[in-house]
């Protein structure tokens, strides 16, 4: 995107469709996030809101031109598949499975803050070994400039 001030407003839209995700408002999540379906973090909400708060994983496919496109991301080993994957088995109450997912998606993503962001909500709790909310945190911290920046230190003191 050549436009700073369009980037910036795609990263708040998405950052608010990801809040609105993970306080399980899929309507919210699913009206910012189906928008920028150009962006992987826009398709992995749109189908996480479609699939896990409005039953409706039909239409979550949709975004990936149906059930093959789906299932073709699903598998491809992508960043967008191991977010999608890790933040749907953090719904499920899937913490091992969230925290090996999203760990794979940060190998590939290094530098994404939805990644970050999603890892910093899934290590925030008392079961969490405190070395894993130390390395959420580390992680974390490159993305004090980035609009998820004020929802981090309102949601999980970050």
């Known amino acids: 995107m050549d436009n700073p001030l369009l980037a910036w407003e795609r990263?708040?839209?998405l950052s608010l469709a990801m809040i609105a995700l993970l306080r399980a408002d899929g309507a919210v999540a699913?009206?910012?996030a189906e928008?920028?379906?150009?962006?992987w973090q826009g398709r992995a909400i749109t189908f996480a809101a479609c699939s896990l708060f409005l039953h409706e994983p039909g239409r979550?496919?949709?975004?990936?031109?149906?059930?093959?496109?789906?299932e073709a991301?699903?598998?491809?080993?992508s960043v967008e598949s191991h977010f999608l994957r890790g933040v749907s088995a953090m719904f499920m109450r899937k913490a091992k499975d969230a925290l090996a997912s999203l760990e794979r998606a940060a190998q590939l993503?290094?530098?994404d803050p939805f990644v970050a962001f999603a890892m910093l909500a899934l290590t925030t709790g008392p079961s969490w070994p405190p070395a894993a909310r130390v390395a959420a945190l580390e992680q974390w911290s490159k993305?004090?400039?980035h609009p998820l920046a004020g929802a981090a230190a309102i949601m999980f003191r970050a």
């Open 30 to 32: 699913l009206a910012r």
């Open 73 to 77: 991301m699903a598998s491809s080993g």
């Open 143 to 145: 993305y004090t400039n």
């Open 11 to 13: 990263e708040t839209e």
């Open 109 to 111: 993503a290094p530098d």
């Open 35 to 39: 928008r920028h379906r150009d962006a």
């Open 60 to 70: 979550g496919m949709e975004i990936y031109g149906g059930v093959p496109g789906f």
